[in-house]
Antibody, heavy 125, light 107 residues
Framework: EVQLVESGGGLVQPGGSLRLSCAASGFTFSDYAMHWVRQAPGKGLEYVSAISSNGDSTYYANSVKGRFTISRDNSKNTLYLQMGSLRAEDMAVYYC??????????????????WGQGTMVTVSS | DIQMTQSPSSLSASVGDRVTITCRASQGISNYFAWYQQKPGKVPKLLIYAASTLQSGVPSRFSGSGSGTDFTLTISSLQPEDVATYYCQKYNSAPFTFGPGTKVDIK
């Protein structure tokens, strides 16, 4: 079964850090670009970050640029999102999603056909 | 950055009704466009990609059309299981922005 499973969410104080993971199974992880999308409680979907299949190209939304780092370990079939300088507005469910086409930020991706179940990040003192 | 708008923001329709949701991009995006369905408390699910191609396993009552800046999602006969929020997305180039969503429920 094709599956993405996020982990690493939790409660963190403003200014703190957290690392999210997304474990892939059931498909050849290294063939796919990956993305992070978040959803604040009761709100819509917000695009966060992308990484190409080999990890050479990354993209960040302006709202997280300089604070978040996306990475991947194809040998472990795992995607990561290192989040720092967390703010109240970063509180959300974070989803990972796969895409077969993204190469770099100047070009297209594909639609996101598989999503993880999400992991909740709560930023509060 | 290209902005995505959706209308209406919510709608209520009867079972069996034809439902249409529109999405507009602030600049042309060709057909690099998708629709997603998110049922309450669930994960988003890809419905349509390349503006009009139905994702495998999606019921044929869903259809998409459009190119450039204007796109439409149609549910030909609304069913109770279609209660959800529907999001559009552009993927021609980063950022791969989503629309604000359209909430659909049963009258």
């Amino acid at each position: 079964e094709v599956q993405l499973v996020e982990s690493g969410g939790g409660l963190v104080q403003p200014g703190g850090s957290l690392r999210l993971s997304c474990a892939a199974s059931g498909f050849t992880f290294s063939d796919y670009a990956m993305h992070w999308v978040r959803q604040a409680p009761g709100k819509g979907l917000e695009y966060v970050s992308a990484i190409s299949s080999n990890g050479d190209s990354t993209y960040y939304a302006n709202s997280v640029k300089g604070r978040f780092t996306i990475s991947r370990d194809n040998s472990k079939n795992t995607l990561y999102l290192q989040m720092g300088s967390l703010r109240a507005e970063d509180m959300a469910v974070y989803y990972c999603a796969r895409d077969p086409y993204y190469h770099d930020s100047s070009g297209p991706s594909g639609a996101f056909d598989i999503w993880g179940q999400g992991t909740m990040v709560t930023v509060s003192s | 950055d290209i902005q995505m708008t959706q209308s209406p923001s919510s709608l209520s329709a009867s079972v069996g009704d034809r439902v249409t949701i529109t999405c507009r991009a602030s600049q042309g995006i060709s057909n690099y466009f998708a629709w997603y369905q998110q049922k309450p408390g669930k994960v988003p699910k890809l419905l349509i990609y390349a503006a009009s191609t139905l994702q495998s396993g999606v019921p044929s009552r869903f259809s998409g059309s459009g190119s450039g800046t204007d796109f439409t999602l149609t549910i030909s006969s609304l069913q109770p299981e279609d209660v959800a929020t529907y999001y559009c997305q552009k993927y021609n180039s980063a950022p791969f922005t989503f629309g604000p969503g359209t909430k659909v429920d049963i009258k």
